[in-house]
C-alpha cells in the first residue's frame, strides 16, 4: 500500500473526513485530497509526523509499502 492508500485507509477507519483530518493539521482539504490521490507524493516529514500521531502509528507503518501478496514489504 503506498502513503496515498495508508493516509485515506487509515483517516476513513477512525470515521474521520478528508476536512476534519485537515484541520487537526492545520493544513487544507485540498491538500489532503492531493496526498490521498498520491499526486502530492512528498508531504513533509512534519505532516507526516502528524499523520502518525493522529492515527496512532508509526512512521514507519505510515509509509509501508505491501508486497504482492499483501504482506508489508521490508
Same mark, same amino acid.
Given at each position: 500500500?503506498?502513503?496515498?492508500?495508508?493516509?485515506?485507509?487509515?483517516?476513513?477507519?477512525?470515521?474521520?473526513?478528508?476536512?476534519?483530518?485537515?484541520?487537526?493539521?492545520? =493544513?487544507?482539504?485540498?491538500?489532503?485530497?492531493?496526498? *490521498?490521490? $498520491?499526486? /502530492?507524493?512528498?508531504?513533509?516529514?512534519?505532516?507526516?509526523?502528524?499523520?502518525?500521531?493522529?492515527?496512532?502509528?508509526? =512512521?514507519?507503518?505510515?509509509?509501508?509499502?505491501?508486497? *504482492?501478496? $499483501?504482506? /508489508?514489504?521490508?
Amino acid at each position: 500500500m503506498s502513503l496515498a492508500r495508508n493516509v485515506k485507509k487509515r483517516r476513513e477507519e477512525l470515521g474521520m473526513y478528508q476536512s476534519e483530518l485537515a484541520e487537526r493539521t492545520s =493544513l487544507s482539504k485540498q491538500y489532503i485530497s492531493l496526498i *490521498e490521490q $498520491g499526486i /502530492k507524493k512528498t508531504p513533509s516529514l512534519t505532516t507526516l509526523k502528524k499523520f502518525a500521531k493522529i492515527f496512532g502509528c508509526t =512512521l514507519d507503518e505510515l509509509i509501508a509499502e505491501d508486497d *504482492e501478496t $499483501g504482506r /508489508k514489504a521490508v
